[in-house]
């Protein structure tokens, strides 16, 4: 009699598990809000250095981002440290990004006054809380070469 009461002990917990244990395949991953990668928030405020060939000793920037879909964020761009203009206009232009895993795909549309251009390119998150982007493109200083933009999360 002892013996049948453990196995029914045994099957009653492993029941219980089965009843309320998660989904089968479903791992703390699955569960993560959209705009977290790992343990950090992508939206908010990141600044840093943007360096090309013609700006080797780099100027600052910030992204201003907030979620705009599964995966993809956007947001205004500032050629500062904060989040004002540098010309004098309500931002210095846009960024879209999306991210898979801790690759980024990103656009950056310069919206500084009469010096309007596209910068595209693909990055990582280096640490957590730094994305590191390698970018080309044109505006008109020239075109810009082997760009590197690291920004950190404020």
């Not at 939206?43 to 943007?50: E, K, N």
């Not at 280096?126 to 590197?148: A, I, R, Y």
Request: proline fraction near 3%; charge should be negative; hydrophobic fraction near 35%.
């Amino acid at each position: 009699m002892k013996g049948l009461n453990t196995v029914t002990a045994c099957s009653i917990v492993v029941i219980s598990c089965l009843v309320f244990a998660p989904s089968c395949g479903e791992s703390a991953e699955d569960k993560m809000p959209d705009n977290t990668t790992e343990e950090f928030m992508i939206d908010g405020i990141w600044s840093g250095i943007f360096r090309s060939n013609l700006f080797p000793n780099g100027n600052a920037y910030t992204f201003d981002l907030a979620q705009t879909g599964n995966n993809k964020y956007g947001g205004k761009v500032y050629a500062t440290s904060g989040t004002v203009s540098c010309c004098g206009g309500p931002d210095d232009g846009s960024v879209s990004l999306t991210i898979v895993n801790d690759s980024i795909d990103f656009k950056i549309i310069s919206g500084v006054m009469d010096c309007p251009g596209i910068f595209e390119g693909v990055g990582i998150f280096e640490v957590q809380e730094k994305m590191v982007l390698t970018f080309s493109g044109n505006d008109c200083d020239g075109d810009h070469e082997d760009g590197n933009l690291t920004l950190f999360k404020r």
